[in-house]
């Protein structure tokens, strides 16, 4: 992205980003979230969407959605900073921390009683118990790096990404970040018909 140089974390705002980590996988331990799966295996790939094993390893299908937040980020900071020129347009070296402490509560907010039964009650993860601490640090993680990407790329190529990764997350689960967020703020029936059927 033009000018995504500006927003490149300097050592104080990794510094400060790891320890936004650790603060978020503290705050899950305290929430009593299991460490890893409870089958006893940290997998770096899990691809079956409907198991008990889905959000629990490094990767799953739903690692895109926590890439393309980065991608999103990005994008947001970059218009803050750069574009709207908030602070005076000064370079951000910060962006990545707070886009850390962003993700960071939505993985806290993710795995609260309320949120874990409203994935149950109105999208396809019907048995969806929350994630373990290892996929959410992993998810933190997959934020990263679409940030850090999304710095160094074109903008039109972030969009371009972005698109990809939602249609083919779409095309293998009949699910993605825009389903996702869609079917927990307004659910659909036909959409939920649509997603069983799978």
Not at 83 to 91: A, D, Q, V
Not at 134 to 144: L, P, Q, R
Not at 147 to 157: E, Q
Request: proline share 5%; aromatic share 12%.
């Amino acid at each position: 992205m033009k000018d995504g140089s500006s927003l490149w974390p300097h050592g104080w705002a990794w510094a400060a980003s790891l320890v936004l980590v650790i603060a978020a996988v503290a705050i899950l331990f305290a929430m009593d979230r299991p460490p890893m799966c409870e089958c006893g295996t940290i997998k770096l790939w899990h691809g079956v969407v409907e198991s008990s094993e889905n959000s629990q390893h490094i990767t799953d299908w739903y690692a895109p959605s926590h890439f393309t937040h980065g991608l999103i980020m990005a994008g947001v900071a970059w218009l803050l900073w750069r574009k709207w020129g908030l602070f005076g347009g000064k370079p951000s070296r910060w962006a990545l921390p707070i886009a850390v402490v962003v993700e960071s509560a939505w993985e806290i907010a993710e795995n609260t009683p309320m949120v874990i039964n409203r994935y149950r009650e109105v999208t396809i993860s019907w048995g969806y118990s929350g994630d373990s601490i290892v996929n959410s640090a992993a998810d933190i993680g997959w934020m990263t790096l679409g940030f850090l990407l999304a710095l160094r790329l074109p903008a039109w190529a972030s969009v371009a990404l972005a698109l990809f990764l939602e249609l083919l997350a779409l095309a293998v689960i009949r699910d993605n970040l825009t389903l996702n967020v869609l079917m927990l703020l307004y659910p659909i029936d036909a959409v939920a018909a649509w997603q069983a059927a799978g």
